[in-house]
């Protein structure tokens, strides 16, 4: 029921207590947005929203609220972030 839902709306996420990473995933994947209602995103909630943003700037900043453990993120990951930066 919860990833039918986020799967249509993905700011649906927002109402999901303790959502687990399959529904997370599909929030960001309908809305990179939805990333803001999501507390503790994992590495590949992080990846996806990054893939699917059209607003790295505003990413960043909702990451950086987050206080995000950088040292524990993939190479991969944040040169994904330096890509889509240019």
């Known amino acids: 029921m919860q990833l039918a839902a986020v799967k249509q709306h993905g700011y649906a996420i927002a109402c999901v207590k303790n959502p687990s990473e399959a529904v997370q995933l599909a929030a960001v994947k309908k ?13 590949k909630v992080i990846y996806e929203a990054i893939l699917h943003t059209d ?32």
Do not use: C, G, Q, V
């Open 31 to 43: 809305n990179w947005y939805a990333i803001e209602y999501i507390k503790n995103p994992s590495e």
């Open 55 to 86: 607003n790295i700037i505003k990413l960043k900043h909702i990451l950086a609220a987050k206080n995000i453990d950088w040292d524990k993120i993939s190479d991969e990951t944040k040169l994904l972030l330096e890509i889509k930066e240019f």
